[in-house]
């Protein structure tokens, strides 16, 4: 893949989501447009501002399937431990990447992460990423999140609607203006 290419000779990769390619999973985590969480006794969907993406936590037990096929956001189950919410998300497609410095993935990538609510405008989420295709060993990290403030509220972004990027000749992203 010629981003893990770029990795090694240690060159800038060009995000995709300058040309409206969804970050994909776990890049969600660190997006930096609000969310909102809404639960049912079955699943919990986290819906991003950006991209309009959903992240959905099937809470009902079941398996993954066996004929899934990779996608932005994967096959995410979980299940309640006291406060918490602890979740393992397969089925990534390896041409996202892990967050915005363009650490890449491989298929194989499962990210369990465990989501506390630590006060009533507060939570966190500590993620371990595990993928024996990239990393030597496990990548922990601990994300946090707070409540909007009053008033405020998740909006629509359609960015193929305003989208003023385009690849160059070169293969870079460049903002096109009119």
Not at 9 to 35: K, N, S
Not at 72 to 96: A, H, P
Not at 131 to 149: G, H, I, Q
Not at 155 to 173: H, K, L, P, T, W
Request: glycine share 6%; hydrophobic share 40%.
């Amino acid at each position: 893949m010629q981003r893990w290419a770029d990795a090694d000779a240690g060159e800038a990769t060009t995000d995709p989501t300058a040309l409206c390619i969804p970050p994909g999973f776990p890049r969600f985590l660190t997006m930096v447009l609000p969310g909102e969480i809404l639960q049912a006794e079955h699943q919990l969907n986290w819906y991003a501002e950006f991209a309009e993406a959903t992240v959905r936590v099937y809470l009902d037990g079941r398996d993954v399937p066996a004929d899934l096929v990779p996608s932005f956001n994967g096959f995410s189950t979980g299940s309640w431990d006291g406060n918490s919410l602890v979740v393992k998300t397969v089925g990534l497609r390896e041409d996202t990447l892990v967050d915005t410095t363009g650490v890449p993935h491989s298929d194989q990538l499962t990210v369990n992460w465990r989501m506390t609510k630590v006060t009533p405008d507060f939570f966190e989420i500590e993620v371990e990423l595990v993928d024996p295709v990239v990393f030597s060993e496990p990548w922990t990290t601990t994300k946090y999140y707070s409540r909007l403030p009053a008033g405020e509220f998740v909006q629509e972004y359609a960015c193929q609607a305003g989208n003023r990027f385009e690849v160059n000749d070169s293969g870079e992203i460049e903002a096109i203006f009119e």
